[in-house]
């Protein structure tokens, strides 16, 4: 079993001796992961470390405030870059999943590039672990700290080398070093957060109305589910342009509609792109599996449960909830009738929203986030 205080005195003088004397950038996103690799970073290397959160704006609400305060006994010196402006204009119209998190990739090594430059070095710190690079190669999506491992050549390409001190290590491990090395409950017991933030939770095109849509929604989905022991829980947020489709609605025996969003799944070994359905009558689980199981059959990745809806607003808003032990399979929890529909009225008071689901795809076919 994983033994944090081995796992230092082996990776102390490997880090020693790859960064030597220089200062070197830590990129913090106040994951898990990032913020463990940050925290092992100034344990070992001391003041040559520069750790910068990058507020890109699709951050959850008060998140670079909150990390920083979470984190000051163990990362004393977070620096807060502000570069939301810059990654909002370039992401705002993109549409395509793959080519959001592309963009949001090459943003996030530019940034780096200019902070490091402005910092004086030419070396930087990540907390990628096992599991980012294994799927990224599996080419299921692009993880947007995944470089090395895709023969992409950060010296080349942005001028600076990357150090990954986790890459071996998965989410469990990562968790206990993490409490090995002080920092609290909040951070080490945290439900992971992707790179690159709700930029993937504002499903199809960007705009930054539905950003401030999503990131309303999220918050109360973390309120409302975060004491019930699940691994992920959150909201996304796409366009409510939607056609029922009645060859499915006869086949699944309830009203089956189609959206013109697309989200991703797994068939395989292999990531897919397919459309979100939404289903509608009594919440029974039993019946909405086989109605998943029918559906994707189809061209449908995610199905969603119907429980709020109105005339007013454009958006649809969807509640994703999941057990998993490995993230690379995972289980909806049934959550009761009572408890959605009083999380879908407090995100309803958002007089853009239309409509509430509940996004009731196990991955696989579905995949924990929707792009
Ligand atoms: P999926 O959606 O592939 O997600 O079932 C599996 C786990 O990975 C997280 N995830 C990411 N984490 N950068 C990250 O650091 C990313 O680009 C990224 N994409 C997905 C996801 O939240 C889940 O925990």
Redesign the pocket.
């Known amino acids: 079993s994983f033994n944090p205080s081995s796992f230092l005195d082996e990776i102390s003088p490997q880090l020693r001796e790859k960064v030597g004397n220089s200062k070197v950038l830590v990129a913090v996103?106040g994951?898990v992961?990032s913020t463990t690799a940050a925290a092992l970073a100034y344990k070992i290397l001391g003041e040559n470390v520069i750790p910068v959160m990058i507020d890109t704006g699709f951050l959850r609400e008060n998140e670079a405030v909150s990390v920083k305060e979470m984190t000051k006994e163990v990362i004393p010196n977070l620096v807060i870059e502000d570069q939301s402006e810059f990654f909002l204009s370039s992401l705002e119209g993109l549409k395509d999943a793959e080519e959001k998190?592309k963009k949001f990739r090459d943003l996030f090594y530019e940034t780096i590039s200019s902070l490091a430059r402005k910092y004086g070095t030419n070396m930087m710190i990540q907390g990628t672990i096992a599991?980012?690079w294994v799927?990224t190669q599996g080419g299921?999506?692009?993880?947007?700290?995944v470089l090395v491992q895709l023969g992409i050549n950060t010296e080349s390409t942005w001028g600076f080398t990357v150090v990954e001190p986790l890459a071996d290590l998965y989410k469990n491990e990562v968790r206990e070093l993490a409490r090995y090395l002080g920092l609290p409950p909040e951070i080490s017991e945290r439900q992971?957060?992707?790179?690159?933030g709700l930029l993937?939770r504002v499903v199809g095109e960007v705009k930054i109305e539905k950003l401030m849509v999503e990131r309303r929604a999220n918050t109360v989905v973390e309120k409302a589910l975060s004491r019930k022991g699940l691994s992920?829980y959150f909201a996304v947020v796409f366009d409510s342009d939607s056609e029922e489709d009645k060859q499915k609605s006869a086949e699944v025996g309830t009203r089956v509609r189609v959206y013109k969003a697309r989200a991703?799944g797994?068939k395989g070994d292999v990531r897919s792109y397919g459309h979100i359905a939404s289903v509608e009558g009594d919440l029974n689980y039993d019946a909405l599996r086989q109605d998943v199981s029918k559906l994707s059959k189809y061209d449908v990745t995610h199905v969603m449960y119907l429980v709020k809806q109105r005339d007013q607003g454009k958006y649809s808003v969807g509640i994703r909830a999941v057990h998993t032990e490995d993230?690379m399979t995972?289980d909806v929890p049934e959550l009761g009738l009572s408890e959605l529909f009083s999380i879908a009225e407090e995100i309803m008071k958002d007089p853009l929203v239309k409509e509430v689901l509940f996004d009731v795809t196990s991955?696989p076919p579905a995949?924990?986030?929707l792009e």
Request: no cysteine; charged share 25%; net charge negative.
């Open positions: 996103s994951g992961d998190r599991a980012d799927e299921i999506k692009t993880q947007h700290n992971p957060f992707p790179g690159p993937i992920q991703t797994v993230f995972a991955k995949t924990i986030e």
